[in-house]
């Protein structure tokens, strides 16, 4: 017996050294990859360099706005497209990667892991369906039974109010202040002229119409990057701005309808078909339901496709088309973000948002203040980039530690974002909204224009009067036991 235990014990033993040797061996490729490890994460950050790591931005807007400014002083054409935005971005994207002492390698995968975070693939999906859904409205005829719609039941004595509630419900409907002037403007200039109202007036109530959806819209691209960015749900953020631009509408109405009451007769008569308003309130109606933005969007989707086919103004061949072509209409949108959020990678790795957070909590003492400062920032940016969507995207990183510190729930940062962006482009003579106006109705200048949009004017003072005054908080917010923004932390680590 001792014999057969000595025997299986001389056989055991060895074979249990070499298994006990694997995981030494192995223990050691772990301990090498280990401190390579430990090594490679020495060179993930490259050296702070505060405030300069924001120079591909700068170089971005010195390009873009510099050549706008110079073709629009030579008298050129559209002249801030002479030198596209997206090239003036790719050239920021170079410059940021060619900056710091890490390798280019190191660099190109620090910009793909942040151009490709969730927040901006899922961004990037719902800008394509919502680019799909309002393609298909618009090609089986929505948009022009709405505009009939309420043409045919507004009261001609009350036009130039008429066309600013037309053009808000349009752009909430589509979710495009450029795609609402685009469809009204021609409208507006119609029956401007038949009826004897000043043309200046009716254009600003359609573009002061057209900002009102593109701020408030579920499928516009302004909300969906500044909920995205922000951290909110939809209807959380309409809710909230909502009641800051609803003020503002109301005040927007009585003051045309005061100052620009008709006297002609309007003789056009407008047709609409009803059923083809449908899929406009469905997607409406589902989103403030809390329904999943990206079902909601698939939903109207097919159902504007099938009332399409259904009344004759789509086959199954336009159908497909529309949607390609709303969907191929978003991709430069997407891109933008795509590349900015890459780029904000970058910069944060060289310190660039500690250091603007650093400056902030010196110069900003109060909750008050740092709101105010937001809609600075948002603003000036804004009014030299040209674009409230790419102003978002650049803003809502800067901005969100500050929103942090001063318990600014999600749906407020998002409401302060999207309002402060959609209101510049309104009222700046560079806007491209109201250029697109402007050409309309032959004005020779954005000023006449400019200076009776009373609702961009009086939605800054209802936001501004929201913050003074402390409107709308949550109680997480008074309490100021909710984090808002745990997202940070993982940022913080990281850095």
Request: net charge positive.
């Amino acid at each position: 017996m001792r014999q057969f235990e000595r025997l299986v014990e001389k056989e055991v033993r060895p074979r249990r050294h070499k298994l006990e040797a694997v995981p030494e061996r192995y223990a050691g490729i772990g301990g090498s990859m280990e401190r390579s490890s430990k090594k490679n994460q020495k060179t993930v950050h490259d050296k702070d360099i505060g405030f300069w790591s924001f120079t591909p931005l700068i170089v971005f807007l010195a390009v873009y706005m510099g050549s706008g400014l110079l073709f629009t002083a030579l008298g050129t054409p559209d002249p801030f497209k002479q030198i596209p935005r997206n090239f003036a971005l790719l050239l920021g994207v170079i410059i940021a990667l060619t900056m710091g002492q890490r390798k280019l390698g190191d660099k190109v995968n620090r910009f793909a892991e942040a151009a490709a975070s969730p927040g901006i693939m899922v961004m990037t999906l719902v800008l394509l369906m919502s680019g799909a859904f309002s393609s298909t409205a618009k090609a089986m005829g929505a948009v022009d039974a709405t505009a009939g719609l309420g043409l045919a039941l507004i009261p001609h004595q009350f036009l130039v109010a008429g066309l600013f509630l037309i053009s808000a419900l349009i752009s909430t409907a589509m979710g495009t202040c450029m795609g609402t002037v685009a469809a009204i403007g021609p409208i507006a200039v119609g029956l401007a002229e038949s009826a004897g109202i000043d043309m200046a007036f009716a254009l600003s109530a359609v573009l002061g119409g057209s900002m009102f959806g593109d701020n408030l819209s579920f499928i516009s691209d302004t909300t969906i990057v500044a909920t995205r960015g922000a951290g909110c749900a939809m209807k959380d953020k309409f809710r909230m701005n909502f009641k800051i631009a609803l003020p503002a509408a109301i005040a927007t109405m009585v003051l045309y309808a005061v100052m620009t009451r008709s006297t002609g007769e309007v003789s056009t008569e407008y047709t609409y078909e009803l059923i083809k308003v449908i899929p406009y309130l469905a997607v409406l109606g589902l989103a403030m339901s809390g329904f999943d933005i990206i079902v909601v969007l698939m939903c109207g989707t097919i159902l504007a496709g099938a009332i399409g086919i259904m009344t004759g103004s789509l086959t199954l061949i336009t159908f497909t088309q529309a949607i390609a072509s709303g969907s191929f209409g978003m991709l430069e949108t997407a891109m933008i973000g795509i590349l900015v959020k890459g780029i904000m990678g970058l910069v944060e790795d060289r310190g660039g948002i500690r250091c603007l957070t650093s400056l902030a909590n010196a110069k900003v003492r109060s909750r008050k203040a740092a709101q105010y400062l937001m809609g600075l920032i948002i603003s000036v940016i804004d009014f030299f980039i040209g674009n409230n969507t790419v102003c978002i995207l650049i803003c809502t990183p800067v901005l969100k530690p500050l929103a942090r510190k001063y318990n600014i729930s999600n749906k407020r940062f998002a409401s302060i974002l999207d309002v402060f962006a959609c209101v510049v482009p309104g009222l700046s003579p560079i806007g491209t909204a109201v250029l697109l106006a402007m050409s309309y109705g032959g004005i020779s200048s954005p000023l006449d224009v400019i200076k009776t949009n009373f609702y961009c004017m009086l939605l800054a003072v209802s936001m501004l009067f929201t913050i003074g005054m402390n409107l709308y908080r949550i109680p997480e917010e008074e309490s100021g036991e909710a984090d808002f923004y745990p997202e940070l932390d993982e940022e913080i680590i990281r850095a």
